[in-house]
């Protein structure tokens, strides 16, 4: 049987992905390549964008800002970049949640091979953080993350 769509029909639509847009932020290219893949396989997300820095990120959320489109509803972080870590993309991305409404839904997955390295409070002071992963990614923590965000979405 084929199924002809004569409309513009979104992955999201056709396979219920529950994101739109996702950006991961890391600085190993191997691992964004494998976790790109595996967010396509899992269908977690219709669109995953990857910047190494973060000033390529902050640079990225910027300009989909300033269009109005491609706002990422979940950022997966790794905590361990060279020149800015992940904490001083925590406090800027404080400081846009200030000025951009349209951030308010976005959340924040921290991914990190050093994730018990960093004391709780320091990470549980941020609201917008949805959880903290250890790397590598796994389908299984995505699938987690998929309920995680249909139960928020059921309670709001």
């Not at 639509?13 to 691992?31: R, S």
């Not at 910047?51 to 989909?64: D, E, H, I, K, Q």
């Not at 790794?78 to 949640?97: A, R, S, W, Y």
């Amino acid at each position: 049987m084929c199924i002809h769509i004569k409309q513009k029909t979104t992955l999201k639509k056709i396979t219920g992905t529950p994101f739109e847009n996702v950006l991961l932020i890391d600085d190993e290219e191997i691992d964004n390549l494998i976790n790109e893949r595996l967010m396509q396989v899992a269908y977690f997300a219709e669109k995953v964008h990857v910047r190494t820095s973060v000033p390529s990120a902050l640079n990225f959320l910027y300009t989909v800002l300033n269009k109005g489109e491609g706002i990422p509803e979940v950022i997966f972080l790794d905590l361990h970049l060279p020149q800015h870590d992940g904490f001083h993309f925590l406090l800027e991305f404080k400081q846009m949640l200030l000025k951009y409404d349209e951030l308010k839904n976005t959340r924040i997955v921290i991914l990190s091979a050093f994730i018990n390295k960093y004391p709780d409070h320091l990470l549980d002071a941020h609201n917008f953080i949805m959880d903290k992963v250890n790397k590598p990614l796994r389908e299984e923590v995505l699938e987690d993350l998929k309920r995680k965000h249909t139960l928020q979405a059921i309670a709001s």
